[in-house]
Protein backbone atom coordinates (compact mmCIF):
# COMPACT_ATOMS: atom_id res chain seq x y z
CA UNK A 1 0.00 0.00 0.00
CA UNK A 2 2.79 2.34 0.72
CA UNK A 3 4.47 1.99 -2.81
CA UNK A 4 0.49 2.64 -4.41
CA UNK A 5 0.61 5.66 -2.60
CA UNK A 6 4.21 7.01 -2.86
CA UNK A 7 3.73 6.21 -6.91
CA UNK A 8 0.47 7.98 -6.83
CA UNK A 9 2.08 11.05 -4.83
CA UNK A 10 5.01 11.47 -7.25
CA UNK A 11 2.39 11.40 -10.25
CA UNK A 12 0.42 13.89 -8.24
CA UNK A 13 3.87 15.96 -8.15
CA UNK A 14 4.79 15.74 -11.46
CA UNK A 15 1.23 16.69 -13.04
CA UNK A 16 0.77 19.77 -10.55
CA UNK A 17 4.48 21.37 -11.08
CA UNK A 18 6.59 22.15 -13.69
CA UNK A 19 9.34 19.89 -14.39
CA UNK A 20 13.12 21.60 -13.75
CA UNK A 21 14.03 22.83 -17.08
CA UNK A 22 11.09 25.02 -18.27
CA UNK A 23 10.16 25.94 -14.87
CA UNK A 24 10.95 29.41 -15.62
CA UNK A 25 9.66 29.75 -18.69
CA UNK A 26 6.74 32.57 -18.89
CA UNK A 27 3.38 31.11 -19.44
CA UNK A 28 1.68 32.91 -22.72
CA UNK A 29 -1.05 30.08 -23.21
CA UNK A 30 -3.17 27.66 -21.05
CA UNK A 31 -4.97 24.83 -22.47
CA UNK A 32 -8.00 23.24 -20.04
CA UNK A 33 -8.03 19.77 -21.32
CA UNK A 34 -10.88 17.52 -20.33
CA UNK A 35 -11.77 13.63 -20.78
CA UNK A 36 -15.50 12.29 -19.43
CA UNK A 37 -13.24 9.25 -17.79
CA UNK A 38 -10.73 8.09 -15.06
CA UNK A 39 -7.07 7.97 -14.30
CA UNK A 40 -7.08 4.25 -14.55
CA UNK A 41 -8.33 4.92 -18.74
CA UNK A 42 -5.94 5.70 -22.03
CA UNK A 43 -7.30 8.98 -22.48
CA UNK A 44 -6.08 10.13 -19.15
CA UNK A 45 -2.66 8.44 -20.20
CA UNK A 46 -2.67 10.06 -23.62
CA UNK A 47 -3.40 13.43 -21.30
CA UNK A 48 -0.54 13.32 -19.10
CA UNK A 49 1.94 12.88 -22.01
CA UNK A 50 0.44 15.89 -23.45
CA UNK A 51 1.10 18.05 -20.87
CA UNK A 52 4.22 16.99 -20.19
CA UNK A 53 5.40 17.52 -23.63
CA UNK A 54 3.76 20.54 -24.15
CA UNK A 55 5.00 22.12 -21.28
CA UNK A 56 8.24 20.72 -21.46
CA UNK A 57 9.07 21.88 -25.46
CA UNK A 58 7.30 25.14 -25.08
CA UNK A 59 9.57 25.83 -22.17
CA UNK A 60 6.68 26.81 -20.19
CA UNK A 61 5.03 29.45 -22.51
CA UNK A 62 2.05 27.04 -22.53
CA UNK A 63 0.79 25.38 -19.12
CA UNK A 64 -1.87 22.52 -19.33
CA UNK A 65 -4.81 21.99 -17.26
CA UNK A 66 -6.31 18.79 -16.95
CA UNK A 67 -9.68 18.15 -15.45
CA UNK A 68 -10.61 14.14 -15.52
CA UNK A 69 -14.46 13.57 -15.12
CA UNK A 70 -17.17 15.70 -15.76
CA UNK A 71 -15.88 18.89 -13.76
CA UNK A 72 -16.25 21.09 -17.20
CA UNK A 73 -19.08 19.18 -19.14
CA UNK A 74 -20.88 15.50 -18.77
CA UNK A 75 -22.28 14.59 -22.28
CA UNK A 76 -20.53 14.67 -25.62
CA UNK A 77 -22.59 17.26 -27.33
CA UNK A 78 -22.39 19.69 -24.54
CA UNK A 79 -18.59 19.08 -24.29
CA UNK A 80 -18.01 19.78 -27.95
CA UNK A 81 -20.53 22.84 -27.60
CA UNK A 82 -17.69 24.11 -24.79
CA UNK A 83 -15.24 23.47 -27.15
CA UNK A 84 -16.44 25.83 -29.60
CA UNK A 85 -17.81 28.71 -27.29
CA UNK A 86 -14.02 28.36 -25.81
CA UNK A 87 -14.76 27.35 -22.20
CA UNK A 88 -12.70 24.23 -22.70
CA UNK A 89 -9.52 24.53 -25.14
CA UNK A 90 -9.17 20.39 -25.41
CA UNK A 91 -11.94 17.40 -25.36
CA UNK A 92 -12.04 13.66 -25.94
CA UNK A 93 -14.99 12.03 -27.54
CA UNK A 94 -15.99 8.95 -29.02
CA UNK A 95 -17.68 8.73 -32.72
CA UNK A 96 -20.61 8.06 -30.94
CA UNK A 97 -20.51 11.28 -28.96
CA UNK A 98 -19.83 13.36 -31.42
CA UNK A 99 -22.54 11.98 -33.82
CA UNK A 100 -25.11 14.33 -32.83
CA UNK A 101 -22.72 17.14 -34.22
CA UNK A 102 -20.55 15.60 -36.80
CA UNK A 103 -22.39 12.86 -38.23
CA UNK A 104 -19.96 11.60 -40.39
CA UNK A 105 -17.39 10.52 -37.93
CA UNK A 106 -19.44 7.32 -37.02
CA UNK A 107 -17.10 6.03 -40.43
CA UNK A 108 -15.16 5.11 -37.53
CA UNK A 109 -17.89 2.61 -36.52
CA UNK A 110 -18.45 1.22 -39.71
CA UNK A 111 -17.20 -2.53 -39.35
CA UNK A 112 -14.81 -4.94 -40.50
CA UNK A 113 -13.12 -1.77 -42.73
CA UNK A 114 -9.65 -2.05 -41.05
CA UNK A 115 -8.26 -5.30 -40.68
CA UNK A 116 -5.80 -4.81 -37.44
CA UNK A 117 -3.67 -2.51 -35.58
CA UNK A 118 -1.25 -1.88 -37.83
CA UNK A 119 -3.49 -0.72 -40.74
CA UNK A 120 -5.49 1.21 -38.62
CA UNK A 121 -2.32 3.42 -36.38
CA UNK A 122 -1.26 3.92 -40.70
CA UNK A 123 -4.86 4.73 -41.36
CA UNK A 124 -5.09 7.59 -38.53
CA UNK A 125 -1.76 9.24 -39.06
CA UNK A 126 -2.51 10.25 -42.37
CA UNK A 127 -4.36 12.38 -44.23
CA UNK A 128 -7.70 10.62 -43.61
CA UNK A 129 -7.65 12.34 -40.32
CA UNK A 130 -6.93 15.51 -42.03
CA UNK A 131 -9.86 14.85 -44.43
CA UNK A 132 -11.76 14.65 -41.55
CA UNK A 133 -10.55 17.71 -40.21
CA UNK A 134 -11.06 19.94 -43.13
CA UNK A 135 -15.25 18.81 -42.32
CA UNK A 136 -15.33 19.46 -39.06
CA UNK A 137 -13.94 22.73 -39.27
CA UNK A 138 -16.60 22.99 -41.92
CA UNK A 139 -19.49 21.92 -40.41
CA UNK A 140 -18.47 23.96 -37.26
CA UNK A 141 -18.17 26.93 -39.20
CA UNK A 142 -14.24 26.76 -37.99
CA UNK A 143 -14.71 26.56 -34.23
CA UNK A 144 -13.98 23.25 -33.54
CA UNK A 145 -10.45 21.64 -34.89
CA UNK A 146 -9.82 17.92 -34.97
CA UNK A 147 -5.88 17.30 -33.83
CA UNK A 148 -5.61 13.54 -33.91
CA UNK A 149 -7.66 10.36 -33.81
CA UNK A 150 -6.22 8.01 -31.15
CA UNK A 151 -7.52 4.74 -29.63
CA UNK A 152 -9.91 4.36 -26.37
CA UNK A 153 -9.81 0.55 -25.76
CA UNK A 154 -8.83 -1.31 -28.15
CA UNK A 155 -11.35 -3.02 -30.85
CA UNK A 156 -15.08 -3.78 -30.02
CA UNK A 157 -16.18 -6.94 -29.97
CA UNK A 158 -19.30 -8.55 -29.15
CA UNK A 159 -20.21 -10.20 -25.96
CA UNK A 160 -22.89 -11.21 -24.38
CA UNK A 161 -24.72 -13.71 -21.81
CA UNK A 162 -26.48 -16.48 -23.50
CA UNK A 163 -24.03 -18.49 -26.19
CA UNK A 164 -21.03 -18.39 -27.41
CA UNK A 165 -21.00 -16.39 -31.03
CA UNK A 166 -19.39 -18.01 -33.82
CA UNK A 167 -21.17 -17.11 -36.69
CA UNK A 168 -24.34 -14.11 -37.28
CA UNK A 169 -26.47 -16.75 -37.49
CA UNK A 170 -26.09 -17.09 -33.66
CA UNK A 171 -26.67 -13.35 -33.00
CA UNK A 172 -30.32 -14.19 -33.77
CA UNK A 173 -32.82 -12.90 -31.39
CA UNK A 174 -30.26 -11.74 -29.14
CA UNK A 175 -30.42 -8.07 -27.33
CA UNK A 176 -27.42 -6.13 -27.75
CA UNK A 177 -27.06 -2.73 -25.92
CA UNK A 178 -25.81 0.04 -28.27
CA UNK A 179 -25.65 3.96 -27.99
CA UNK A 180 -27.94 5.90 -29.07
CA UNK A 181 -26.22 6.46 -32.27
CA UNK A 182 -27.77 5.08 -35.76
CA UNK A 183 -24.77 3.39 -37.01
CA UNK A 184 -24.29 0.86 -34.24
CA UNK A 185 -28.55 0.31 -34.36
CA UNK A 186 -27.97 -0.82 -37.77
CA UNK A 187 -24.64 -3.09 -37.37
CA UNK A 188 -26.71 -4.73 -34.84
CA UNK A 189 -29.81 -5.27 -37.08
CA UNK A 190 -28.02 -6.51 -40.22
CA UNK A 191 -26.05 -9.41 -37.72
CA UNK A 192 -30.41 -10.21 -37.00
CA UNK A 193 -30.05 -9.13 -33.00
CA UNK A 194 -31.72 -6.57 -31.75
CA UNK A 195 -30.82 -3.19 -30.61
CA UNK A 196 -30.98 -1.62 -27.19
CA UNK A 197 -29.98 1.75 -26.52
CA UNK A 198 -28.89 1.88 -23.30
CA UNK A 199 -27.03 4.53 -20.67
CA UNK A 200 -23.21 3.47 -20.04
CA UNK A 201 -24.37 3.56 -16.03
CA UNK A 202 -27.50 1.49 -16.20
CA UNK A 203 -25.87 -1.52 -18.38
CA UNK A 204 -24.37 -3.56 -15.23
CA UNK A 205 -27.91 -3.52 -13.66
CA UNK A 206 -29.53 -4.31 -17.57
CA UNK A 207 -27.30 -7.42 -17.95
CA UNK A 208 -28.11 -8.78 -15.09
CA UNK A 209 -31.87 -7.91 -15.08
CA UNK A 210 -32.11 -9.35 -19.17
CA UNK A 211 -33.14 -5.71 -20.39
CA UNK A 212 -29.59 -6.05 -22.47
CA UNK A 213 -27.98 -9.77 -23.56
CA UNK A 214 -25.15 -8.22 -25.11
CA UNK A 215 -22.62 -5.42 -26.05
CA UNK A 216 -20.29 -4.62 -28.07
CA UNK A 217 -17.32 -3.15 -26.38
CA UNK A 218 -13.71 -3.39 -25.63
CA UNK A 219 -12.12 -5.87 -22.78
CA UNK A 220 -10.60 -3.39 -20.66
CA UNK A 221 -14.34 -1.70 -20.51
CA UNK A 222 -15.77 -5.39 -20.15
CA UNK A 223 -13.58 -6.00 -17.00
CA UNK A 224 -13.33 -2.30 -16.17
CA UNK A 225 -17.23 -2.23 -15.51
CA UNK A 226 -17.25 -5.98 -14.06
CA UNK A 227 -19.36 -6.68 -16.26
CA UNK A 228 -19.15 -11.06 -15.92
CA UNK A 229 -20.19 -10.52 -12.40
CA UNK A 230 -23.27 -9.40 -14.07
CA UNK A 231 -23.46 -12.41 -16.25
CA UNK A 232 -21.53 -11.15 -19.76
CA UNK A 233 -19.83 -14.80 -19.79
CA UNK A 234 -19.32 -14.80 -23.68
CA UNK A 235 -16.97 -12.71 -25.91
CA UNK A 236 -16.12 -13.00 -29.76
CA UNK A 237 -13.14 -11.58 -31.33
CA UNK A 238 -14.58 -9.99 -34.15
CA UNK A 239 -12.56 -6.71 -34.07
CA UNK A 240 -15.26 -5.50 -35.74
CA UNK A 241 -14.57 -1.85 -35.07
CA UNK A 242 -11.48 0.45 -34.01
CA UNK A 243 -12.55 2.19 -30.82
CA UNK A 244 -11.35 5.66 -32.07
CA UNK A 245 -11.15 8.37 -29.70
CA UNK A 246 -11.44 12.06 -31.11
CA UNK A 247 -9.58 15.29 -29.78
CA UNK A 248 -10.94 18.18 -30.46
CA UNK A 249 -9.49 21.57 -29.58
CA UNK A 250 -10.90 25.23 -29.67
CA UNK A 251 -10.11 26.51 -33.46
CA UNK A 252 -9.57 30.07 -31.94
CA UNK A 253 -7.31 29.23 -29.09
CA UNK A 254 -5.22 27.16 -30.97
CA UNK A 255 -4.58 29.58 -33.91
CA UNK A 256 -3.99 32.32 -32.04
CA UNK A 257 -0.95 30.63 -31.02
CA UNK A 258 2.34 31.81 -32.57
CA UNK A 259 3.50 29.24 -35.29
CA UNK A 260 6.12 27.57 -33.24
CA UNK A 261 3.40 26.81 -30.32
CA UNK A 262 1.28 25.17 -33.06
CA UNK A 263 3.96 23.00 -33.90
CA UNK A 264 4.20 22.05 -30.25
CA UNK A 265 0.64 21.87 -29.94
CA UNK A 266 0.75 19.43 -32.98
CA UNK A 267 3.79 17.45 -31.99
CA UNK A 268 1.81 17.00 -28.28
CA UNK A 269 -1.38 15.62 -30.14
CA UNK A 270 1.50 13.05 -31.88
CA UNK A 271 2.52 11.98 -28.91
CA UNK A 272 -0.73 11.55 -27.47
CA UNK A 273 -1.66 9.82 -30.30
CA UNK A 274 1.06 7.08 -29.89
CA UNK A 275 0.74 6.69 -26.07
CA UNK A 276 -3.10 6.02 -26.23
CA UNK A 277 -2.50 3.43 -29.50
CA UNK A 278 0.02 1.53 -27.14
CA UNK A 279 -1.66 1.45 -24.14
CA UNK A 280 -5.17 -0.53 -24.63
CA UNK A 281 -2.71 -3.21 -25.86
CA UNK A 282 -0.67 -3.40 -22.67
CA UNK A 283 -4.06 -3.22 -20.63
CA UNK A 284 -6.21 -5.73 -22.46
CA UNK A 285 -3.53 -8.51 -21.72
CA UNK A 286 -4.41 -8.68 -17.81
CA UNK A 287 -8.24 -7.91 -18.86
CA UNK A 288 -8.07 -11.12 -21.28
CA UNK A 289 -6.60 -13.24 -18.65
CA UNK A 290 -8.76 -11.81 -15.72
CA UNK A 291 -11.65 -13.04 -18.27
CA UNK A 292 -10.53 -16.35 -18.88
CA UNK A 293 -9.29 -16.82 -15.38
CA UNK A 294 -12.99 -16.12 -14.03
CA UNK A 295 -14.87 -18.60 -16.24
CA UNK A 296 -15.14 -16.28 -19.71
CA UNK A 297 -15.56 -18.10 -23.04
CA UNK A 298 -13.37 -16.46 -25.36
CA UNK A 299 -13.95 -17.08 -28.98
CA UNK A 300 -11.28 -16.32 -32.53
CA UNK A 301 -13.52 -16.72 -35.15
CA UNK A 302 -11.82 -18.36 -38.16
CA UNK A 303 -10.90 -16.16 -41.29
CA UNK A 304 -14.17 -17.99 -42.80
CA UNK A 305 -16.13 -17.04 -39.94
CA UNK A 306 -14.77 -13.51 -39.90
CA UNK A 307 -15.54 -13.11 -43.49
CA UNK A 308 -19.27 -13.82 -42.71
CA UNK A 309 -20.06 -11.64 -40.26
CA UNK A 310 -18.16 -8.84 -42.89
CA UNK A 311 -20.66 -9.81 -45.80
CA UNK A 312 -23.61 -10.13 -43.05
CA UNK A 313 -22.82 -6.19 -42.43
CA UNK A 314 -21.90 -5.12 -45.68
CA UNK A 315 -25.64 -3.22 -45.89
CA UNK A 316 -24.40 -0.99 -43.59
CA UNK A 317 -21.88 0.82 -45.48
CA UNK A 318 -24.83 1.28 -48.57
CA UNK A 319 -27.32 3.18 -45.45
CA UNK A 320 -24.21 5.35 -43.72
CA UNK A 321 -23.93 6.37 -47.77
CA UNK A 322 -27.55 7.21 -47.85
CA UNK A 323 -28.40 8.67 -44.47
CA UNK A 324 -25.37 10.07 -43.12
CA UNK A 325 -24.09 13.92 -44.13
CA UNK A 326 -21.01 13.36 -45.36
CA UNK A 327 -21.43 9.57 -45.64
CA UNK A 328 -20.54 9.13 -49.02
CA UNK A 329 -17.33 11.64 -48.87
CA UNK A 330 -15.37 10.24 -45.73
CA UNK A 331 -16.21 6.76 -46.38
CA UNK A 332 -14.67 6.58 -49.68
CA UNK A 333 -11.62 9.01 -48.10
CA UNK A 334 -11.23 5.80 -45.41
CA UNK A 335 -11.74 2.93 -48.20
CA UNK A 336 -8.62 4.29 -50.22
CA UNK A 337 -6.79 4.93 -46.84
CA UNK A 338 -6.93 1.64 -46.16
CA UNK A 339 -5.98 0.37 -49.05
CA UNK A 340 -3.38 2.75 -49.67
CA UNK A 341 -2.19 1.36 -45.79
CA UNK A 342 -2.29 -2.27 -46.98
CA UNK A 343 -0.46 -1.55 -49.74
CA UNK A 344 2.25 0.05 -48.11
CA UNK A 345 2.43 -2.95 -45.16
CA UNK A 346 2.25 -5.59 -48.11
CA UNK A 347 5.34 -4.28 -49.57
CA UNK A 348 7.26 -4.23 -46.00
CA UNK A 349 6.09 -7.59 -45.72
CA UNK A 350 8.00 -8.57 -48.40
CA UNK A 351 10.90 -7.03 -47.77
CA UNK A 352 10.87 -8.24 -44.17
CA UNK A 353 9.92 -12.17 -44.84
CA UNK A 354 11.97 -12.24 -47.49
Given at each position: MFKTLTKAAALATLLAAPIAGWADGHQEFTIRATANSNENDEDYDGLVVFKNFVEAASNGRIGVELFIGTQLCSTGAECIEGVAEGSIDVYISTSGGAAGIFPYVQVLDLPYLMADDRVAEAVLTGDFTRKMRDMALETSDGAVRLMTIGNTGGWRNFANTKRRVQAPGDMDGLKI??????????????????????????????????????????????????????????????????????????????????MDLRKVVVDGFSQLQQATFASPKRKSIAAYEAFVAGGGDLYVPTPEEKAAFAAAAEPVQAWFRENVDGGTEILDALIDAVAEAEADLNAGYEKDLN
Open positions: RTVVADLPQELVRALGASPTPIPWPELFTSFQTGVVEGSKNGITDIMGMKFPDAGLQYVTLDGHAYMGALWWMSNERFMAMP
